[in-house]
């Protein structure tokens, strides 16, 4: 390792300024992190410790570049889409637009750090929050690399897929519509003024990819460490105990994908290994996990604001345990 | 967070992403096959970071100094409390490029139960040429109980992986199972009897060359098999580059 990394800290450090900015900041805590190394490493000294920051850097190294696509996509709806696209292509009446917006999310491969960018963007091109809330809950369970991943983690149960591409899309669209009826306004953190009306084309896209990494990059940061921190404290024997109890293994499997947030890429390998539990609580995990876990929250409440991510989060914990039981029932 | 500052930070963030590509190293964070996403991400982060510098510089040169210190510069938003958020990528960063945290093993191998009942296929080709055959942990493992080793019986395996303490005296052969992050990591594990020295010590990488033989255990977590292996000879060896099976 060298410095090289942080070198272009340098020419932006010796500009004049009159009080200390925030460059100035970064290049000081690079600094106190290479002088402190040696405390910061026996501070991990621990296998635990060792294994939370593992877990913690590859759940961001894992989630960045989704993050980034997601981004960059998000910023290019908002530079260059016009608003009149998303109003053809969406049904005028926003019941219908809920679950087309939620099959439509088909159409990005990625997990659920790439959806909420592209959602924010989309209600900023004028779409229905409803309609977006609709896409970034479905997004990430129901586009082919997840669907593909889900039926190579359970071979020769094809059902299992189709439950999970049911339940999901039911879900998203039930909380679209849920919007429709409760949802205020108000809740929603307000619209970015200048990004999306004096600004357009390139400047706008810079910005809004700028923006939305360091933003979105940030909230992130929180999730996977709490992710990070319950994986490795959380004793995997618990679940043993209530596998047997049809009604305690659904909310376990459901409260699970919440705390671990694991990439909805990766989670029906996960689930597929916990073959002490019901096909029906498995397929809660499938999901539950994409829609609400700890850093899909922290990232909702960094694009949408917390009054609106402390009402939508349990709403949507619970419709998704609701239709995945009922789905499970029936298809399982 | 300012303009340049955030730049400043996506540059760290990008820089870093590329940096453990190129090293190689980010096969411990995440599987080989994300390599070209992950320099695909960092190109992008670097660029947006160079973009937002030559126009901040631009801006800098053509308006006048007093305006562009204290307004100009600052983003748009006036969300100070909410963007501040943004410094926190700093942390991952520095612990990637600081402390290079290695791979997850042992302690999540111990704590977790063996991860077969994932590939529970049905159909077992015949093992490739080869004496020893040189095949994952997790073939063997799934070849031992879900084939009942028959396409084991009469061959001889090689089997590499780091060594966890066992039930009854036997040491356990582990490797993790990636299938995205480390985050997913879950171990399988295999038995060790025959000629095993005694003394190893836990997280050892070894290499082992042995035979299947009609032996289990129940994994004390989560009650599935844990097939074993008649030891013929076992070598102390190197932690490989890769230490995920997938």
Redesign the interface.
């Given at each position: 390792?060298t410095v090289v990394?942080?070198e272009?800290?340098e020419p932006?450090a010796k500009r004049r300024?009159?009080r200390l900015?925030?460059?100035e900041l970064?290049a000081a805590?690079?600094v106190v992190?290479?002088l402190g190394?040696g405390v910061?490493?026996g501070l991990?000294d621990s296998?635990?410790a060792?294994?939370l920051?593992?877990?913690?850097?590859?759940?961001?190294?894992?989630a960045?570049?989704?993050l980034?696509?997601g981004t960059?996509l998000s910023a290019a709806i908002t530079a260059f889409v016009p608003t009149r696209f998303f109003e053809r292509a969406l049904p005028r009446q926003a019941v219908a637009a809920v679950p087309v917006a939620g099959l439509a999310g088909a159409v990005l491969p990625a997990c659920e750090c790439g959806s909420v960018p592209v959602a924010g963007a989309l209600m900023r091109r004028g779409v229905a929050p409803a309609a977006a809330f609709a896409f970034l809950l479905a997004s990430p369970a129901i586009n082919p690399v997840v669907l593909v991943?889900t039926a190579v983690?359970f071979?020769?149960q094809p059902k299992m897929v189709l439950a999970r591409f049911v339940a999901s899309l039911l879900t998203a669209s039930v909380m679209g519509w849920l919007w429709l009826r409760l949802g205020r306004p108000g809740w929603l953190?307000p619209v970015?003024v200048?990004?999306s009306h004096t600004e357009r084309g390139w400047?706008a896209f810079?910005?809004s990819?700028?923006?939305d990494?360091?933003?979105a990059?940030?909230?992130l940061?929180?999730g996977?460490?709490a992710?990070?921190t319950l994986?490795?404290t959380v004793?995997?024997?618990w679940l043993?105990t209530v596998a047997a109890n049809p009604v305690l293994s659904v909310l376990a499997l459901a409260v699970l994908a919440v705390l671990?947030?694991?990439?909805s890429?990766?989670?029906a390998?996960?689930a597929?290994?916990l073959?002490?539990f019901s096909l029906t609580a498995r397929l809660a995990f499938l999901v539950v996990g994409p829609m609400v876990d700890l850093k899909l929250f922290a990232m909702q409440v960094?694009s949408f604001g917390s009054r609106f991510a402390v009402r939508f989060a349990p709403t949507t914990f619970v419709a998704a345990i609701g239709v995945a039981v009922a789905v499970g029932t029936v298809l399982l | 967070m300012r303009r340049d500052a955030q730049a400043v930070l996506l540059l760290l963030v990008g820089g870093t992403l590329l940096k453990i590509s190129l090293a190689g190293t980010y096969v411990r964070y995440v599987k080989a096959g994300q390599l070209p996403l992950l320099l695909a991400a960092g190109v992008v982060l670097v660029a947006v970071a160079v973009v937002t510098l030559i126009a901040e510089l631009r801006a800098r040169s053509t308006v006048d100094d007093h305006a562009v210190d204290d307004h100009a510069a600052d983003d748009h938003d006036h969300h100070h409390g909410e963007s501040r958020v943004g410094w926190l990528l700093v942390v991952p960063a520095l612990a990637l490029l600081l402390f290079a945290p290695p791979a997850v093993g042992a302690f999540q191998a111990n704590r977790n139960g063996t991860a077969l009942s994932a590939q529970a296929d049905t159909d077992y080709p015949p093992l490739p040429a080869g004496d020893p055959v040189t095949i994952s942990l997790l073939d063997y493992a799934g070849r031992a109980v879900f084939d009942h080793g028959n396409s084991l019986a009469g061959r001889t395996v090689r089997l590499t992986g780091f060594i966890i303490p066992g039930a009854g005296g036997h040491p356990y052969l582990a490797r993790m199972i990636v299938a995205c992050c480390a985050a997913d990591a879950r171990p399988v594990k295999v038995g060790l009897t025959g000629e095993v020295p005694v003394g190893l010590k836990q997280e050892q990488w070894v290499q082992v060359t042995g035979t299947w033989l009609d032996q289990a255990d129940h994994d004390a977590v989560n009650n599935e098999l844990i097939p074993y292996v008649a030891v013929s000879s076992l070598e102390e060896i190197a932690a490989p580059d890769n230490q995920y099976e997938s």
């Open positions: 390792m990394d942080v272009p800290v932006v300024r009159r900015g925030s460059v970064l805590l690079v992190g290479l190394r910061l490493l991990f296998p635990r060792q294994t920051v593992t877990v913690f850097v590859s759940v961001m190294v894992q960045l570049p989704f980034v696509l960059v991943s983690a071979p020769g953190r970015r200048t990004d400047a810079w910005t990819c700028r923006h990494v360091v933003q990059g940030g909230f940061v929180i996977a460490f992710a990070a994986s490795v004793p995997p024997r043993e671990l947030s694991i990439c890429e990766a989670d390998f996960v597929a290994s073959s002490q960094g | -």
